[in-house]
């Protein structure tokens, strides 16, 4: 005589058999601290655990888009103008680094439907005024080295700013990973752009 708990066993592989795709366990999505964690279809996992981006995310990626567009323009005038080799270096790591930034942000504004203006440029923090761009495009040597880097180092510490607060505001998990990048990047920058200037 078989015994009753073979017969189950095989009667739950002979099920298990005619289904080609047995359904997708459900997942445990996470909760507010002391809430109850819901269970989700994995299909509804992705909205659970990332939720559209909200106002302050779009308002971030589109002003840091104008912010790094003037970083570069300011980068542009260093090969002609910069006497200092490690200026001129330092210009082009920016320069390497945030145009495939702004790449990335305009691609992050069609993929939410976000695009949009970036506004006056002089609600920004760390944003150069017109007229000091002007005397940037006009400075040769040693004065075109000192005023890059005191320009940048505050344009610098204006975009920490724009991402620590994003950080605090946002809800996007793309845009919290663009403003850790610009915290990490950017203040090792300023710390090199800050050594440097005392050496001149």
């Keep these: 005589m078989r015994s009753p708990v073979l017969v189950v066993v095989a009667a739950f592989a002979l099920l298990a058999g005619c289904s080609s795709e047995p359904d997708a366990a459900p997942v445990i999505a996470p909760d507010t601290p002391g809430g109850s964690a819901p269970t989700v279809a994995p299909s509804d996992v992705s909205a659970r655990i990332a939720p559209p981006p909200n106002d302050a995310d779009r308002q971030y990626v589109a002003m840091m888009i104008g912010h790094h567009e003037q970083a570069l323009a300011m ?3 260093a090969p002609d ?9 330092l210009a082009d790591r920016i320069r390497f680094s945030q145009e495939p930034e702004i790449g990335a942000m305009k691609q992050w504004q069609r993929t939410f439907n976000a695009i949009g203006t970036h506004g006056d440029h002089s609600s920004m923090p760390g944003m150069a005024t017109q007229d000091q761009l002007n005397a940037l495009g006009a400075a040769r040597g040693k004065d075109f080295d000192r005023m890059f880097l005191e320009l940048m180092i ?6 920490i700013k724009m ?7 946002g809800t996007n998990v793309q ?5 850790d990048d610009v915290v990490a990047t950017q203040s090792d920058e300023i710390n090199r752009m800050k050594a440097l200037l005392a050496t001149l």
């Design 75 to 77: 980068t542009r005038f």
């Design 81 to 89: 103008r910069a006497e200092n080799a490690t200026v001129k270096g």
């Design 175 to 179: 845009v919290e990973e663009m403003a």
């Design 163 to 169: 991402a620590t607060d994003v950080r605090g505001a």
């Design 154 to 159: 505050k344009h610098h510490e204006g975009a």
